[in-house]
Nanobody
């Protein structure tokens, strides 16, 4: 059974940093591209980071230069380092494997406000 457990969210002020983690199980993590998505209630889920199995990373312009995705294949863990957080980053964050399209975790909430 494929599972994702996200953690590391919280309530922070603008300019602060957070590091999200996602522990994956039930599939071969090391050979799977991975992504981070975020969702705001009433809006479409937005992809905020991608990492290939080989370590290639991609980001949308909204987070490029502030967010960094990384992976620990030995620990089946995906990370998202988020710096210089802004109120627009407030959302629930999920990790996702394109190779496992029907599986989502519960996400972790990030709230940025002053």
């Amino acid at each position: 059974q494929v599972q994702f457990v996200e953690s590391g969210g919280g309530s922070v002020q603008p300019g602060d940093s957070l590091r999200l983690s996602c522990t994956a199980s039930g599939f071969t993590f090391s050979s799977s591209p991975m992504t981070w998505y975020r969702e705001i209630p009433g809006k479409k889920r937005e992809r905020v980071a991608f990492i290939s199995e080989g370590g290639l990373t991609l980001y949308p312009s909204s987070v490029r230069g502030r967010f960094t995705i990384s992976r620990d294949n030995a620990g089946n863990t995906l990370y998202l380092q988020m710096n210089d957080l802004k109120p627009d980053d407030t959302a629930r964050y999920y990790c996702f494997a394109p190779s496992q399209p029907n599986s989502w975790g519960r996400g972790t909430q990030v709230t940025v406000s002053s």
